[in-house]
């Protein structure tokens, strides 16, 4: 199935762009980087003037330890910078800075910085930066805040422009009136510009009794999150952030700037709506629907387990089937929660619920009949049991605390760390709500879960967030516009598997490097005083420098065999959830911020057939040289992999 749909994708793109064995006539085959000559022939100095001295050469995060950007591995500057790498918002300040620092074997912030950065304030500067590297050929990254696991905003030998200096929110308490439309919103809305991050935003929407689509992460920004879909906990009853969207100001490739709408530039329009970065131009600001913040928090879980492996794989196939119909009505019942599963004999299996507002009685009634099985199966190996409460109050809201419970601190294992593996996949309902299904689903999650590395710390979450089974109507019909992938109205949620460990690569194995990254190594890596690697590690981390660089050769050396079981997990995935069934129709698919670097299908995965078609059609015809090019966006596809992008096939 995978391979016929491929070659669906590659005849119809090579059709949508107008290519038959080459690049269209008048494209440049390659982009200016160095060290080619016409490098050396940019001039620099004109971009300089037109961003008013915005422009700067790329500076490392970690520059005051590195002695070819001035700095000292052994300095006092160096020793708090190398502390200040476990800060999400220290990293998130710094232009060059990025929370994920690579992927092992494919990317990292060391090898892939690129070589300027214009540190953006204006619309001005963002339009002058798309025009020059435009007219002169250039490699343009757009970066945000650095929350990139697959290294989209950077590249060796690029000009990145960064947006995360422009943070003016404005609201729109009486509606808002969309570029070239002739009615107002009936809600409530807010512009924000793409510097804004979820812990400027919740707070202050909060103070105005009011509560916006988008991700949890307090540090992620919205010019990236917006655009690629951005699920929080009321988007089954609000729909995503994407659906959110109600207008847009868009710089094309040639500079221009444009408001879009439904009413104004509608195809555009739908590109910003789910199509992520890299389809047609860079975003200034987004105006998105605001709703009325909760005045309480419904939750509801069922906790089950069992003894036996084969009492555990049914409990886990009723659990999946209990998932299924509590999300074919998700915006009345399971707004947000997860799944758990432990993997077999002795393990857990269960269900967490939360809804907003309503009668913490309804999720109950809804999870009571898992407690009703567990009890007709007579049996002592096999028990659980449903609780219900309020679990969030406004009342008691503090905003000095800023306890939210829709924004929640970026978990530490994803700051200044690299990726060994990630990939996700959404559970289809109509699939797991038939005994067949669900069954099948159990059996694959228990294989999986003896495939996971033992003693490594890695994200094993299932997020019914993000899904979109179960929206209201009008919501399901809004979403219907937007260039996201049609199956997440059949997806109960999605299961992610991310595996990464702490890693500073632009800093050379050191005592100072392994001293900051020994505290956090021992919570995801190397974990107990049973490792062979603990007492040369702690060593090393205590100054010893021959013990510190073998510390972290031998880490180092233990990865392929990781990667490998994690491929082993990825089959697992793809067997049980390929994009099209049996039929080559549409079944799973992933979610293009928290996906597989290597999907094999990429454009499946993220849009399906009939959206990848009409958004490569709107990359035609306003973005036809690429300029706005990155790992798995739309359109990449006729770049090299081994050009890192900047060379077409």
Same mark, same amino acid.
Not at 281 to 306: L, M, N, Q
Not at 548 to 561: E, K, N, Q
Not at 593 to 620: I, M, N, P
């Given at each position: 199935?995978?391979?016929?749909?491929?070659?669906?994708?590659v005849?119809?793109?090579?059709? !949508?762009?107008?290519v038959?064995?080459?690049?269209?006539?008048?494209?440049?085959?390659?982009?200016?980087?160095?060290?080619? +000559?016409?490098w050396?022939?940019?001039p620099?100095?004109t971009?300089?003037?037109? @961003?008013?001295?915005?422009?700067?050469?790329?500076?490392?995060? *970690?520059?005051?330890?590195? #002695?070819v950007q001035?700095?000292e591995?052994?300095?006092?500057?160096?020793?708090?910078? *190398?502390l200040?790498?476990d800060?999400?918002?220290?990293?998130?300040?710094?232009?060059?800075?990025?929370?994920?620092?690579?992927?092992?074997?494919a990317?990292?912030?060391?090898?892939?910085?690129?070589a300027?950065?214009?540190?953006?304030?204006t619309?001005?500067?963002?339009?002058?930066?798309?025009?020059?590297?435009?007219?002169?050929?250039l490699r *343009? @990254?757009v970066?945000?805040?650095?929350?990139?696991?697959?290294?989209?905003?950077?590249?060796?030998?690029?000009?990145?422009?960064?947006?995360?200096?422009?943070k003016?929110?404005?609201?729109h308490?009486?509606g808002?009136?969309?570029?070239?439309?002739a009615?107002?919103?009936?809600?409530?809305a807010?512009t924000?510009q793409?510097?804004?991050?979820?812990?400027?935003?919740?707070?202050?929407?909060?103070?105005?009794?009011k509560i916006?689509m988008?991700?949890?992460?307090?540090?992620?920004?919205?010019?990236?999150?917006f655009?690629?879909?951005?699920?929080?906990?009321?988007?089954?009853?609000?729909?995503?952030?994407?659906?959110?969207i109600?207008?847009?100001? !868009?710089?094309?490739?040639?500079?221009?700037l @444009?408001t879009?709408?439904?009413?104004?530039?509608?195809?555009?329009f739908?590109?910003?709506?789910?199509?992520?970065?890299?389809v047609?131009?860079?975003?200034?600001?987004?105006?998105? =629907?605001?709703?009325?913040?909760p005045?309480?928090?419904?939750?509801?879980?069922?906790?089950?387990?069992?003894t036996? $492996?084969?009492? &555990?794989?049914?409990l886990?196939a009723?659990?999946?089937?209990?998932?299924?119909?509590?999300? +074919?009505?998700?915006?009345?019942?399971?707004?947000?929660?997860?799944?758990?599963? $432990?993997?077999?004999a002795?393990?857990?299996?269960?269900?967490?619920?939360? =809804?907003?507002?309503?009668?913490?009685?309804?999720?109950? +009634?809804?999870?009571q009949?898992?407690?009703?099985?567990?009890?007709?199966?007579?049996?002592?190996?096999?028990?659980g049991t449903?609780?219900s409460?309020v679990?969030?109050?406004a009342?008691?809201?503090?905003?000095?605390?800023?306890d939210?419970?829709?924004?929640?601190?970026?978990?530490?294992?994803?700051?200044?760390?690299?990726l060994?593996?990630s990939?996700?996949?959404?559970?289809?309902?109509h699939?797991?709500?038939?005994?067949?299904?669900?069954a099948?689903?159990?059996?694959?999650?228990v294989?999986?879960?003896?495939?996971?590395?033992?003693?490594?710390?890695?994200t094993n979450?299932?997020?019914?967030?993000k899904?979109?089974?179960?929206? #209201?109507?009008?919501?399901?019909?809004e979403?219907k516009?937007?260039?996201?992938?049609?199956?997440?109205?059949d997806a109960?949620?999605?299961?992610?598997?991310?595996?990464?460990i702490?890693?500073?690569?632009? @800093?050379?194995?050191s005592?100072?490097?392994l001293?900051?990254?020994?505290?956090?190594?021992?919570?995801y890596?190397?974990?107990?005083?049973?490792?062979?690697?603990?007492?040369?590690?702690?060593?090393?981390?205590?100054?010893?420098?021959?013990?510190?660089?073998?510390?972290m050769?031998?880490w180092?050396?233990?990865?392929p065999?990781?990667?490998?079981?994690?491929?082993?997990?990825?089959?697992?995935?793809?067997?049980?959830?390929?994009n099209?069934?049996?039929?080559?129709?549409?079944?799973?698919g992933?979610?293009?911020?928290?996906?597989? &670097?290597?999907?094999?299908?990429?454009?499946?995965?993220?849009?399906?057939?009939?959206?990848?078609?009409k958004?490569?059609?709107?990359k035609?015809?306003?973005?036809?040289?690429?300029?706005?090019?990155?790992?798995?966006?739309v359109?990449?596809?006729?770049?090299?992999?081994?050009?890192? *992008?900047?060379?077409?096939?």
């Amino acid at each position: 199935a995978g391979t016929m749909a491929m070659g669906w994708l590659v005849v119809v793109a090579w059709a !949508v762009l107008g290519v038959v064995a080459s690049a269209p006539p008048g494209l440049r085959e390659c982009r200016c980087t160095p060290p080619l +000559a016409c490098w050396d022939a940019v001039p620099w100095a004109t971009l300089n003037q037109s @961003v008013a001295g915005r422009l700067h050469a790329s500076v490392d995060e *970690l520059a005051a330890c590195l #002695p070819v950007q001035g700095g000292e591995l052994t300095s006092p500057e160096c020793a708090a910078a *190398l502390l200040s790498t476990d800060n999400e918002f220290w990293v998130t300040a710094q232009p060059n800075g990025y929370l994920h620092t690579g992927l092992f074997n494919a990317w990292n912030i060391s090898t892939d910085r690129s070589a300027f950065s214009v540190l953006a304030q204006t619309e001005a500067d963002l339009m002058s930066t798309v025009q020059f590297a435009h007219q002169h050929n250039l490699r *343009l @990254v757009v970066k945000g805040t650095g929350h990139d696991w697959y290294g989209r905003s950077t590249a060796a030998g690029s000009l990145l422009l960064w947006t995360h200096l422009r943070k003016t929110i404005t609201w729109h308490d009486d509606g808002f009136i969309a570029e070239g439309c002739a009615a107002a919103t009936s809600t409530p809305a807010v512009t924000v510009q793409t510097g804004v991050q979820f812990a400027d935003l919740y707070p202050a929407a909060m103070s105005r009794g009011k509560i916006v689509m988008g991700g949890t992460c307090d540090s992620v920004g919205v010019g990236g999150c917006f655009s690629a879909g951005c699920y929080g906990p009321f988007t089954k009853l609000f729909g995503n952030a994407a659906v959110n969207i109600l207008e847009a100001k !868009v710089v094309l490739a040639n500079g221009t700037l @444009v408001t879009v709408s439904k009413c104004a530039h509608p195809d555009l329009f739908f590109s910003v709506r789910g199509g992520g970065g890299g389809v047609a131009g860079v975003f200034t600001e987004f105006t998105v =629907r605001a709703h009325r913040s909760p005045e309480h928090i419904s939750a509801a879980r069922f906790d089950g387990s069992a003894t036996t $492996g084969v009492g &555990y794989t049914r409990l886990l196939a009723q659990v999946l089937k209990t998932l299924a119909s509590v999300q +074919a009505d998700a915006s009345n019942v399971c707004n947000d929660g997860s799944l758990s599963w $432990g993997g077999g004999a002795g393990g857990g299996a269960g269900i967490h619920c939360t =809804r907003y507002e309503g009668d913490p009685g309804v999720l109950h +009634a809804a999870l009571q009949p898992l407690a009703d099985w567990v009890a007709h199966q007579n049996s002592s190996t096999i028990t659980g049991t449903v609780s219900s409460s309020v679990s969030w109050n406004a009342s008691s809201y503090d905003p000095k605390i800023g306890d939210l419970p829709w924004m929640e601190k970026h978990p530490d294992r994803e700051i200044s760390t690299a990726l060994l593996a990630s990939m996700s996949k959404y559970f289809p309902v109509h699939y797991i709500a038939t005994d067949t299904g669900a069954a099948s689903v159990a059996a694959a999650l228990v294989n999986i879960s003896g495939l996971l590395p033992s003693g490594q710390a890695g994200t094993n979450a299932f997020m019914i967030a993000k899904g979109q089974a179960g929206l #209201p109507a009008d919501v399901a019909t809004e979403f219907k516009t937007t260039a996201q992938n049609p199956v997440l109205l059949d997806a109960a949620g999605t299961q992610l598997f991310m595996y990464n460990i702490p890693s500073l690569p632009q @800093v050379p194995p050191s005592s100072a490097l392994l001293k900051a990254l020994w505290p956090r190594l021992q919570v995801y890596a190397i974990r107990n005083k049973l490792d062979p690697l603990w007492d040369t590690c702690a060593a090393g981390a205590d100054g010893n420098e021959s013990a510190a660089v073998d510390c972290m050769a031998t880490w180092h050396s233990r990865i392929p065999a990781l990667q490998q079981k994690l491929a082993q997990v990825r089959d697992v995935l793809w067997t049980e959830f390929p994009n099209v069934d049996a039929d080559q129709k549409p079944f799973s698919g992933s979610y293009w911020c928290e996906t597989d &670097y290597d999907d094999r299908e990429f454009q499946l995965s993220h849009w399906g057939e009939e959206v990848y078609t009409k958004l490569l059609a709107v990359k035609r015809k306003y973005d036809p040289d690429g300029l706005f090019i990155c790992h798995h966006c739309v359109g990449s596809e006729f770049w090299t992999k081994e050009s890192n *992008l900047n060379c077409r096939r």
